[in-house]
């Protein structure tokens, strides 16, 4: 059997690696190889880590963003490595959870990519299979998921209606934790690295799709995210981000000359939104 490769983005991620390295050893009976590809290379230990644990260190040149970081590190994996896991580093796999990913996968040559369900550090489960964003789903979920968290659009979005324990496909699967068909992947040209960071993991599923393949959420494969790595203090640069990211999936998707007044009424009410909870978040850090 092939073997499986493992891919990790560190960025300044010290404190979470060792956590999720042993986790990477005790999630196969087969061999894996990892990559740990640097966006900070030069500061911590990071290549020692690595180094101690049997992975690969790839300092990137500079941070050029999550996608085109993985991009590189899938690159150097061996021919013979036919699924990828893509993972954050502060993610613990449960034992055993790459061969269930793995076998899932292999059920269907359609399937470009499987999903596990992904816990947070409190137990709660996360929406990680999710719909592709549409206008209505996109925008409605946009201006009510915080003031209405039950509402029908972010519910459809999130693919809160269905079974959480069941295994379906889905219009997308987190980039937090991802099994990829290595062909598949490669077909494609992996993440579009024009998102610096967020829906890169949108964009991929929505691309699979697009392609006739099948992305599949599997919850008998279970890890948790403990979320240990992200910071409050870029909050509003990375809100920034999101929103950036969103115009571009939104502005691509919906191309074309007819759909111009889509795309502006969409970067303006996507601008406005960021703006708004960016003001806000730096008040409230202020204030602290």
Not at 42 to 68: F, I, K, Q, V, W
Not at 191 to 202: H, K, L, N, R, S
Request: glycine letters at 10%; a neutral charge.
């Amino acid at each position: 059997m092939a073997r499986t490769g493992v891919v990790t983005v560190s960025y300044g991620s010290e404190p979470v690696l060792p956590a999720f390295l042993a986790s990477v050893a005790r999630a196969s009976g087969g061999s894996a190889t990892v990559v740990v590809a640097d966006n900070l290379p030069g500061e911590g230990d990071a290549r020692t880590l690595a180094d101690s644990a049997g992975a690969h260190y790839l300092p990137m040149p500079s941070n050029l963003g999550y996608g085109a970081a993985v991009n590189a590190a899938v690159a150097t994996l061996p021919h013979d490595i036919d699924w990828v896991l893509v993972s954050n580093p502060d993610v613990v796999l449960e034992p055993g959870v790459l061969d269930r990913l793995r076998e899932a996968g292999d059920e269907d040559p359609a399937i470009a990519s499987v999903g596990p369900a992904v816990y947070n550090a409190d137990g709660t489960l996360y929406p990680s299979a999710r719909a592709v964003p549409s206008l209505r789903t996109g925008v409605g979920h946009a201006m009510f998921a915080n003031l209405w968290p039950g509402n029908p659009w972010s519910r459809r979005y999130r693919n809160d209606a269905e079974t959480p324990t069941a295994r379906r496909d889905a219009g997308w699967l987190s980039g937090s934790c991802l099994l990829v068909r290595r062909s598949a992947f490669d077909e494609l040209g992996g993440f579009d690295d024009g998102y610096f960071m967020y829906f890169e993991d949108v964009d991929l599923g929505y691309r699979f799709g697009r392609h006739g393949y099948r992305n599949v959420y599997e919850p008998s494969a279970r890890v948790t995210h403990t979320g240990a790595h992200s910071t409050t203090s870029d909050s509003a640069r990375m809100i920034a981000a999101h929103h950036t990211s969103a115009r571009r999936f939104l502005a691509r998707k919906y191309s074309g000359p007819l759909l111009w007044p889509v795309r502006a009424a969409l970067t303006a009410g996507l601008t406005v939104r960021s703006a708004i909870i960016g003001r806000r978040i730096r008040r409230q850090e202020t204030e602290q």
